[in-house]
């Protein structure tokens, strides 16, 4: 498995993503700069919140290129056949493919989280808000949400990338995943809330909702930025119950891709 990570990495390396993230880190500097530029008040919280969501959508579109290029494009070339002519196991490859992707987006969360925060500390100088920005322990422990986010996604989309007989699936349902994942919270909590009144609404919604909980873990719970932006931190309980969400549900997607590209031939 060690030789399909460092492989994985040189590959990606090698190519364009490492100079893709450093272009992407300074159009991240000067979208949250200039975001803080319009806000009125506390720029530097707008800044912030401006640049996490920017890192969540790069990060993600990365990791799914990445899959895209380290595995469902090997098995499309049926280039994979080269690797499993070794003495390997199936399941070294598929597992040394989904660390080396964690790799590569390890090293790109560091490169956009300092360029984050230069753009932060660049925004606005001369205006002292009244509610300072949580840039130590709260800004990091945001960043390793988002890195346990986009490692959902990335099993995800590997996973569906051993099952796939088409090259661009897994980057079109890991996209699709990242939606509905995000998205999903928001509506929980909008029906629980009521729908604004609307008992129809609420009603007809209420089980579908409850059904694809089933399905789609809620990736706002990896979400902790409302610790660095407003002070609220999370309690342990929900950042332990969240991680340990976020790892079940990959190890079981990565699995069940196991399973199938056991059971798949390449003919």
């Given at each position: 498995?060690f ?5 994985g990495l ?7 993503s490492?100079?893709?993230?450093f ?9 949250a ?5 319009f ?6 919280t707008?800044a ?9 959508f790069?990060?993600i579109?990365?990791?799914l290129?990445w ?8 098995i499309?070339?049926?280039i ?13 490859f ?8 964690l ?7 560091c490169i ?6 230069l753009?932060?500390?660049l925004s606005?100088p ?18 390793a949400g988002l ?14 990338a051993?099952?796939s ?6 980057l079109?349902?890991?996209a699709?995943?990242?939606i ?15 729908a604004?009144?609307?008992a129809p ?33 999370p ?13 079940a549900?990959?190890?079981i997607v990565l699995a069940l891709?196991?399973r ?6 390449f003919g």
């Amino acid at each position: 498995m060690f030789e399909f990570i460092v492989s994985g990495l040189r590959s990606g390396i090698r190519g364009r993503s490492v100079q893709i993230v450093f272009a992407l880190g300074l159009v991240l500097v000067a979208v949250a700069y200039l975001s803080a530029s319009f806000s009125p008040r506390h720029p530097r919280t707008v800044a912030l919140d401006v640049g996490f969501s920017g890192m969540r959508f790069t990060l993600i579109l990365l990791s799914l290129f990445w899959v895209q290029d380290l595995v469902a494009r090997e098995i499309d070339r049926k280039i994979i056949l080269q690797s499993l002519s070794f003495p390997v196991s199936r399941a070294a490859f598929l597992f040394g493919r989904y660390f080396a992707v964690l790799a590569l987006v390890c090293l790109s969360t560091c490169i956009l989280a300092l360029s984050l925060l230069l753009a932060v500390a660049l925004s606005s100088p001369n205006y002292d808000q009244d509610f300072r920005v949580g840039l130590g322990l709260p800004f990091w422990v945001t960043i390793a949400g988002l890195v346990i986010d986009v490692s959902v996604v990335a099993a995800v989309a590997l996973a569906t990338a051993t099952v796939s007989t088409v090259s661009m699936l897994p980057l079109l349902v890991g996209a699709g995943f990242a939606i509905a994942g995000k998205a999903l919270g928001a509506a929980v909590d909008y029906l629980a809330r009521g729908a604004d009144g609307d008992a129809p609404f609420a009603d007809a919604w209420a089980g579908r909702v409850e059904t694809v909980r089933w399905l789609i873990p809620d990736l706002s719970r990896v979400d902790w930025r409302d610790w660095p932006l407003y002070g609220v931190a999370p309690s342990i309980e929900v950042i332990a119950w969240s991680v340990l969400m976020a790892v079940a549900y990959s190890a079981i997607v990565l699995a069940l891709g196991w399973r199938a590209l056991e059971n798949r031939e390449f003919g």
